[in-house]
């Protein structure tokens, strides 16, 4: 008798497993970014002052799966970088200088790329402020170097929005000119090895 009720259970467990599939995991999402929705801000400073301006996404893309960031790849057009401190004469001539083979060697090299790799979220982060931890390979002039910072990313059914602000070390991808990692006696010419970029991404479905 106590065999024939434990062959019953087994039985059961086994129907029970039959009956009740695994849950489906989500699927991976892939959003296009909007270039003309999103925007990249440059800011440079040197001994001597400052330069700013800005530069265009050409294309990209953002993956998320549920709530959760799994990836990205967005390209910056570089012949797109513009000085918006400057105008006239001075203003053509930095732009052009950052063009050249001084700085970024766009004749070249006409595309950077960030490539985000991990996403972590930030635990207790506030509203509205950083709540992810971004970990990138970014690639400038040919040279790729891994980079980390945190971001804002808002996920919802149509649209990804991330805001980020972004330390990037020029050096690190052999942009020379008026660095004191390559020159020195520099004094008041020498221009700052990191400068900031701050972007907002707008990917959509």
Do not use: C
């Amino acid at each position: 008798m106590k065999k024939y009720i434990f062959m019953l259970a087994v039985a059961g467990l086994g129907l029970s497993a039959i009956a009740t599939p695994p849950a489906k995991k989500a699927a991976d999402v892939t959003y296009s970014v909007d270039a003309s929705a999103s925007t990249f801000k440059w800011h440079a400073t040197k001994v001597t002052g400052e330069h700013y301006g800005v530069a265009k996404f050409s294309k990209g893309s953002v993956v998320v799966n549920g709530k959760s960031l799994k990836g990205a790849e967005i390209v910056v057009d570089m012949t797109t970088i513009d000085a918006t401190d400057l105008t006239g004469e001075y203003h053509d001539k930095l732009v052009g200088h950052l063009k050249s083979e001084d700085f970024f060697s766009v004749a070249k090299f006409n595309a950077a790329t960030i490539k985000v790799k991990s996403a972590t979220p930030i635990k207790g982060a506030a509203a509205g402020g950083n709540n992810m931890t971004i970990v990138a390979d970014l690639t400038i002039k040919g040279i790729t170097q891994e980079i980390t910072f945190p971001a804002i990313v808002v996920i919802n059914a149509n649209e990804v929005i991330v805001n980020a602000d972004i330390m990037v070390n020029r050096a690190k991808f052999d942009v020379r000119y008026g660095s004191n990692s390559f020159f020195e006696g520099l004094g008041d010419k020498a221009i700052a090895d990191e400068f900031n970029v701050k972007v907002r991404v707008v990917a959509k479905k």
